[in-house]
């Protein structure tokens, strides 16, 4: 059997149970790895129960600073029993097998190609701890000292973990470093340490890293901060998982950073509504009076508002929305990932309607495009929804530190102060379309006290906000809403396109957290003679990149992780893509984020399935038929 060997470079994945305390202990690992400047990106798989359940956390180790799921396993930490049987058939040829040997290992689970290393936990637990509690806690962290000792970490850097995470009660910070000890000593005594694949500190910058300057961050709260810092003073919500830590994460922040100095009163208000169709409502009203207010929610939230998100549409009131995506429909899997609300959110509402969306990739760009939703929300008048998914939102990621220009000033868009209603002559029509751009004037209450007043209604009106069922009104107030989507086009954010080293007729669409193993992948066909220009979509309505990228390219493939292919038909509906066959899906649905193996086998597999070789010849794309 050879062993898999690689430095700075594997898959370690965990197998423990819900509600162990198995969570800090694996961040711990991850965040030393992260302190020994290493890539790393990790993952926590847990279930939607509170306890007893299976649950697992995938940490990808890579030099090269790929972040996205790779695919395969390198390394299994089962301390699992349920799972035992499943853990070790997805360990890869080559592998290593770390598990609980106070019992005897079945001889079902056996595998000739990988290398079982047995360590006895629990007995460990039984015999330095008479605490039940301490035993199920402190089992945690005598593997990651084991882990320590065979993978070669800096033993330094996880004591100085454990003294932060408990900082405030140092009476745990020995009783971790014992424990922390016992593994590692127990590893160094009983096996060759360290393994064929292991860690090692001052190797040369990651490719895809300019340096090492890197945050660990997640989603949720990079887009609490953006809210701070766009503005926000308002937040209506109502739980669900994986959207709750947004507002949880706002929450925090105002109460450092929106506390009047002065008096010590808040300035700032959130609400815990009854449901979400309260909240979506709560964050209109106070938009419409002049507050920067935003919601957080998932799939199920999504459905409950979008009545209501038609409201702002059609009123055109400006307001925010943060949807963390999940695993639907109706409950489906509430702590799984997908990409699955992309036309429920385009199209929110009944009757004709078109949303603006965003689509940040990493916490920083959840940070950035947060602050500036808050920004076209009020240029547009219109809701703006930032499309995150539990990927992004709930775990960590790494993160260049994130920035903000303190020139920065807040767009507030086409609003009538006092002094401008007053100098004016004409008569104030909430909805004339005056500089051509689709989008009107707008007051805030109380803004004059005669001048400005308009009744917001979201029923048909015409330009000066009057009622009317008049069919040329309507159709009048509907084409503009029209045109000021065209305008939107001009404001959102651009794509983010990258063309391969020689000419190819082929290319490659993805969003959001497919971007990270979309570009592992092309990179690896690339290896295989087989370019492939990219293209990051980030926003909705698609802007003229998106279109003249579709035009370029003979084929494209679109990766999304949905079962419907939502993006592709997005675009197919909303730009000029002559065939449908132009557009290729490469789709992952099962909840867990796509692997960057996948997409190139998906690509790898078609471009074989059309007999087709791509080579590179005189810096161009040939296609040869075989």
């Not at 794509?495 to 971007?515: E, L, N, Q, R």
């Amino acid at each position: 059997m050879q062993l898999k060997s690689a430095i700075n470079d594997f898959v370690i994945k965990f197998a423990n149970v819900n509600g162990t305390g198995s969570a800090s202990a694996n961040g711990m690992f991850a965040k030393a790895i992260f302190r020994m400047g290493i890539p790393v990106s990790p993952r926590n798989i847990f279930p939607s129960n509170i306890q007893g359940m299976p649950t697992w956390y995938e940490v990808r180790v890579s030099q090269d600073g790929y972040l996205g799921r790779r695919g395969g396993i390198d390394m299994m930490v089962c301390v699992n029993p349920q799972s035992m049987s499943r853990d070790v058939a997805e360990v890869s040829p080559g592998g290593y097998f770390v598990y609980d040997s106070t019992k005897p290992l079945d001889l079902r689970l056996h595998r000739d190609d990988v290398e079982f290393i047995g360590i006895p936990f629990t007995e460990i637990c039984l015999h330095e701890y008479s605490d039940a509690r301490q035993r199920l806690l402190f089992k945690n962290v005598i593997y990651v000292g084991a882990l320590a000792a065979l993978l070669d970490i800096d033993f330094t850097i996880l004591k100085d973990l454990v003294e932060d995470q408990f900082k405030g009660k140092e009476k745990l910070v020995a009783p971790n470093i014992y424990a922390l000890e016992l593994g590692y000593q127990y590893a160094n005594e009983h096996f060759d340490c360290p393994l064929g694949i292991r860690l090692e500190m001052g190797r040369e910058v990651a490719k895809h890293i300019s340096d090492f300057d890197q945050i660990l961050m997640d989603g949720n709260t990079a887009a609490a901060l953006g809210a701070v810092y766009a503005g926000a003073t308002v937040a209506a919500w109502y739980p669900i998982t994986p959207s709750t830590s947004v507002i949880e994460a706002f929450d925090r922040y105002c109460q450092r950073l929106r506390i009047d100095p002065g008096t010590g009163k808040k300035n700032y208000a959130i609400v815990q509504a009854e449901d979400e169709l309260a909240a979506i409502g709560m964050v209109i009203g106070a938009n419409w009076n002049g507050a920067r207010a935003f919601t957080s929610t998932s799939g199920p939230g999504l459905s409950l508002m979008s009545e209501f998100l038609g409201l702002a549409y059609f009123a055109e009131v400006p307001a925010v929305l943060i949807d963390v995506q999940r695993a639907g429909p109706s409950t489906g899997m509430p702590t799984r990932t997908q990409q699955s609300d992309i036309l429920a959110a385009a199209y929110a509402s009944h009757g004709d309607t078109k949303h603006v969306l965003l689509f940040p990739a990493t916490p920083a760009e959840c940070f950035e495009l947060t602050i500036k939703s808050f920004d076209l929300a009020e240029r547009l008048q219109t809701p703006i929804i930032i499309m995150s998914d539990l990927d992004l939102g709930m775990n960590e990621w790494m993160s260049p530190p994130l920035e903000f220009d303190d020139e920065h000033r807040y767009d507030r868009g086409k609003v009538l102060d006092g002094g401008a209603l007053e100098a004016m002559t004409e008569r104030f029509g909430r909805y004339l379309d005056v500089d051509g751009d689709g989008i009107p004037y707008r007051t805030y209450p109380g803004a004059h006290p005669e001048k400005g007043a308009y009744f917001t209604r979201g029923s048909s009106r015409d330009e000066y906000a009057a009622y009317t069922e008049d069919g040329q009104a309507y159709v009048r107030n509907m084409d503009r809403l029209l045109k000021k989507f065209e305008t939107a086009k001009t404001l959102v954010p651009d794509a983010k396109i990258k063309k391969a080293a020689v000419h190819t007729d082929y290319g490659v669409m993805f969003f959001g957290t497919t971007a990270s193993p979309a570009y592992e992948a092309t990179e690896m066909l690339e290896k295989e003679n087989i370019p492939l220009n990219t293209c990051r979509i980030r926003s909705f309505p698609f802007n003229g990149e998106v279109e003249q990228f579709i035009q370029e390219h003979k084929q494209i493939f679109v990766i999304e992780q949905n079962r419907d292919g939502q993006m592709r038909r997005l675009l197919i509906n909303e730009t000029a893509v002559v065939a449908k066959a132009k557009l290729v899906s490469v789709l992952e649905y099962d909840g867990l984020p796509i692997t960057a193996r996948k997409i190139a086998a998906v690509m790898r597999s078609h471009f074989n399935s059309a007999n087709v070789t791509a080579i590179k010849s005189e810096g161009k794309l040939e296609e040869l038929s075989q």
